[in-house]
């Protein structure tokens, strides 16, 4: 593979990174609900990430 094609490859992955491969954010779990959470991601997985938060003192 020559620079010329390297390059080409490189801007094609970004192009797809800034649309078509991004994942939004569904909801935001303290770490105390993670196993309800779990239980919800499974079964629509396709609304989004779930991020675990932690539970500060």
């Known amino acids: 593979m ?3 094609q390297r390059f080409k490859m ?3 992955l970004q192009k797809l ?3 078509d491969l ?3 954010i569904c909801a935001r779990v303290p770490l105390s609900e993670v196993s309800s959470a ?3 991601y499974g ?3 396709t609304k989004g990430k779930f991020l675990i938060t ?3 003192p």
């Open 2 to 4: 020559n620079v010329f």
């Open 54 to 56: 932690p539970t500060l």
């Open 17 to 19: 990174l800034s649309s």
């Open 38 to 40: 779990i239980d919800t």
């Open 22 to 24: 991004q994942s939004g």
């Open 43 to 45: 079964a629509e997985m």
């Open 10 to 12: 490189a801007f094609a």
